[in-house]
Structure formats: structure tokens, C-alpha cells
Nanobody
Framework: QVQLVESGGGLVQAGGSLRLSCAAS????????MAWYRQAPGKQRELVATINSGGSTNYVDSVKGRFTISRDNAKNTVYLQMNSLKPEDTAVYYC????????????????WGQGTQVTVSS
């Protein structure tokens, strides 16, 4: 069984920083793409950033230059460093991973974390 567990959310003033972490655990053969999504109240979930197994990254335009996604493959963990936070960054942030579980005959499955709240006050 595979689990994604996020941590690091909280309340911060505008201009501040937070670092989110997401650790994947369980019977994992390999992890391909890892990503962070967010969902603000009354809005659809949006993709924030992705990182593949080789370390290549992509960001939504609204966070470019402020957020940095990284991963530690040895720990099956992905991070999101968020700097210069704005009130519009307030949302529940979700970790996402496309991975191959052990015993899945090399099939890729998508897993989600439970979400962590990030609130940025003005």
C-alpha cells in the first residue's frame, strides 16, 4: 500500500516563506512524476509545479520565480519552497505522484496526499 503524507503548511504573512514536504511510503518500485497542486475555496484544483525523475521542472506562470520544486529520490520525497507568498496563494496544497508500485507489473498509478492548508494574510 502506498501513501503520500504532506507537511509544512500553516499561516504566514504576505512576503513570507513556507516549505512543504511530501513523503511517499509503502511498496514503491519507482516514482516518475511528482507534483504539487492547490485548490482555493470555490475554485478548481490547479497544477502548481511538476518535477520528473530526472529533475526537470515546470511551473504555473503565477508562481514562477517565487516557488521552487525539488525532490530527494533516496527519500521518495518532494518539496515545495514557497517564497514571497501572496494572499492569492492561499489554498489547500496537494501532493501528487505517478509511480510504479511493487508487484504492479510495471503499471503506473497516480496517488494523492491528504492536503495541507496554506494561508497567507495581507
Amino acid at each position: 500500500q502506498v501513501q503520500l503524507v504532506e507537511s509544512g503548511g500553516g499561516l504566514v504573512q504576505a512576503g513570507g516563506s513556507l516549505r512543504l514536504s511530501c513523503a511517499a511510503s509503502g511498496s514503491i518500485f519507482s516514482i516518475n512524476l511528482m507534483a504539487w497542486y492547490r485548490q482555493a475555496p470555490g475554485k478548481q484544483r490547479e497544477l502548481v509545479a511538476t518535477i520528473n525523475s530526472g529533475g526537470s521542472t515546470n511551473y504555473v506562470d503565477s508562481v514562477k520565480g517565487r516557488f521552487t520544486i525539488s525532490r530527494d529520490n533516496a527519500k521518495n520525497t518532494v518539496y515545495l519552497q514557497m517564497n514571497s507568498l501572496k494572499p492569492e496563494d492561499t489554498a489547500v496544497y496537494y501532493c501528487n505522484a505517478e509511480l510504479v508500485p511493487i508487484g504492479s507489473r510495471m503499471r503506473t498509478y497516480t496517488y494523492w496526499g491528504q492536503g495541507t492548508q496554506v494561508t497567507v494574510s495581507s
